[in-house]
Antibody
Framework: QVQLQESGPGLVKPSETLSLTCSVS????????WGWIRQSPGKGLEWIGN???????KYNPSLKSRVTVSVDTSKNQFSLKLNSVTAADTAVYYC???????????WGRGTLVTVSS | QSVLTQPPSVSAAPGQKVTISCSGS????????VSWYHQLPGTAPKLLIY???KRPSGIPDRFSGSKSGTSATLGIAGLQTGDEADYYC???????????FGGGTKLTVL
C-alpha cells in the first residue's frame, strides 16, 4: 500500500520560502506524476503543480513564478518550494500521486502551513 | 469563484440515490477527463472516480461517474450515513493550463 507523508515547517514568515517534502513508502516514485494541492482554511481545493519522476513540470499559472516541484528518485520523495509567501498562502498542503489521465489516487494526510510573523 | 460549478449542497434519505453535478466549459470538462473526491472533516480527500468513469480498487460500484459535453455527474446509490461528506470534481483546464476543482458539494444523508 502506497503511503505519502508530508514534512516541513508549520510556520513560515512572510516573504520567506515555504519548503515541504513528501516521502513515498510502499511504492516507487518511478513512472508516476507527483504533485501538490492545497486547501485554505474552510475553503476548497487548489491545484499547485506537478512533476513527472524524470522531470517535466506543470504549475498553476497563479503561482508559477513562485513555485517549484521536484522529484528525488534516490530518496523516493518529492518536494515543493513556494517563494515570497504571504498570509494568503496559509493552507493545508497535500502531496498526491497522479493516476490515469486525471486523478489523484494517493494523498498525504496534509500539513498545515501558517504564514505569519 | 470556482472554474467548475457544483451545487453547494444536496440531500437524500438512506438507501436512495443522489447525483451531484459539475458544470464547466469547452476548455475544461469539454475536452479533458474528470475525477471526483469526497472529503470527511479533518481528513484528506479520497478518490472516488477518475478518467470520467473509472473506479479505483476498493471503491464500491455504488459510486458512478459520467460526462456529457461540458458537464459531469457523480452518482451515489444506496446512500449510507457514512457518505455524508464534501464532494469535489476536478479536471484539467486547457486554456488556464492548470488543474481546476469545483467549489464542493456538501452531501447530507437525512
Amino acid at each position: 500500500q502506497v503511503q505519502l507523508q508530508e514534512s516541513g515547517p508549520g510556520l513560515v514568515k512572510p516573504s520567506e520560502t515555504l519548503s515541504l517534502t513528501c516521502s513515498v513508502s510502499g511504492g516507487s516514485v518511478t513512472n508516476y506524476y507527483w504533485g501538490w494541492i492545497r486547501q485554505s482554511p474552510g475553503k476548497g481545493l487548489e491545484w499547485i503543480g506537478n512533476s513527472y519522476y524524470s522531470g517535466g513540470t506543470k504549475y498553476n499559472p497563479s503561482l508559477k513564478s513562485r513555485v517549484t516541484v521536484s522529484v528525488d528518485t534516490s530518496k523516493n520523495q518529492f518536494s515543493l518550494k513556494l517563494n515570497s509567501v504571504t498570509a494568503a498562502d496559509t493552507a493545508v498542503y497535500y502531496c498526491v500521486r497522479h493516476v490515469g489521465r486525471w486523478g489523484f489516487d494517493y494523498w498525504g494526510r496534509g500539513t498545515l502551513v501558517t504564514v505569519s510573523s | 469563484q470556482s472554474v467548475l460549478t457544483q451545487p453547494p449542497s444536496v440531500s437524500a434519505a438512506p438507501g436512495q440515490k443522489v447525483t451531484i453535478s459539475c458544470s464547466g466549459s469547452s476548455s475544461n470538462i469539454g475536452k479533458n477527463y474528470v475525477s471526483w473526491y469526497h472529503q470527511l472533516p479533518g481528513t484528506a480527500p479520497k478518490l472516488l472516480i477518475y478518467d470520467n468513469d473509472k473506479r479505483p480498487s476498493g471503491i464500491p460500484d455504488r459510486f458512478s461517474g459520467s460526462k456529457s459535453g461540458t458537464s459531469a455527474t457523480l452518482g451515489i446509490a444506496g446512500l449510507q450515513t457514512g457518505d455524508e461528506a464534501d464532494y469535489y470534481c476536478a479536471t484539467w483546464d486547457s486554456s488556464l493550463t492548470a488543474g481546476v476543482f469545483g467549489g464542493g458539494t456538501k452531501l447530507t444523508v437525512l
